[in-house]
């Protein structure tokens, strides 16, 4: 079956760092990719991994491990505006579909 | 920059009336699709549509949904006789082949049906 698994929420404060974990089982895979959802808007895609280690991208990271079926968001030097849902979503292989996580809420405390 | 939109933002509807979503989506894209939402739960895949056919589809996607790009721009979805359980957000996105396929999302119908 297809599964993802993300915490449901998280809370950490202003100017932190927070991880936040992924782990999937997927019948194939082809690639992980990470979006940002504030309440009641559309996702906005954050980073995308298909290789094994690390993609920055200004304030944000995302870690792969193939092996592992597990997948890491950074978030550095976390801002108000940072509080959101995070979705970790899956491609899998031979489709363009995306299987997605039910996504970790995110609340940036001052 | 280029985006995803998608329209109307909020349709209320009864419960047995056909309802049809529309969706522009960025100009260069080739793959599209339609995701639904329901409140409070994970973003679930619907349907995918390539060189004017469906390439895929969920279980969800039964045979009261139907996708459509009527001309070169728009891209449509549409529920023939909407249930309780069809209240939903309804997300458009496209991409283009490469840099893993990445899907862009449009900021999403709020379907409410009575």
């Known amino acids: 079956g297809q599964n993802i698994d993300q915490p449901t929420e998280m809370t950490a404060t202003e100017g932190a760092i927070v991880q936040i974990n992924c782990t999937y089982q997927?019948?194939?895979?082809?690639?992980l990719f990470w979006y940002q959802q504030h309440a009641g808007e559309a996702p906005t895609f954050l980073s995308y991994n298909v290789l094994d280690g690390l993609e920055e991208k200004g304030r944000f990271s995302s870690f792969l491990s193939r092996s592992k079926g597990y997948s890491y968001l950074l978030l550095k030097e976390l801002q108000m505006k940072d509080s959101a849902s995070y979705l970790c979503a899956v491609r899998d292989e031979g489709t363009y579909k995306y299987i997605f996580g039910t996504g970790t809420r995110l609340k940036v405390l001052a | 920059e280029p985006e995803v939109t998608q329209t109307p933002s909020h349709q209320v509807t009864q419960m047995g009336q056909e309802v049809i979503l529309r969706c522009v989506p960025i100009s260069n894209h080739l793959y599209f699709y339609w995701y639904r939402q329901i409140l409070g739960q994970k973003v679930e895949f619907l349907v995918s549509f390539y060189n004017n056919e469906i390439s895929e589809k969920s279980e969800i996607f039964d045979d009261q949904f139907s996708v459509e790009r009527p001309d070169g721009s728009n891209f449509t979805l549409k529920i023939r006789s909407t249930k309780l359980e069809d209240s939903a957000m309804y997300f458009c996105?496209?991409?283009?082949?490469?840099?893993?396929?990445?899907?862009?999302f449009g900021p999403g119908t709020r379907l409410t049906v009575l």
């Open positions: 996105a496209s991409s283009v082949p490469g840099a893993g396929n990445t899907q862009y």
């Open positions: 997927t019948s194939g895979f082809n690639g």
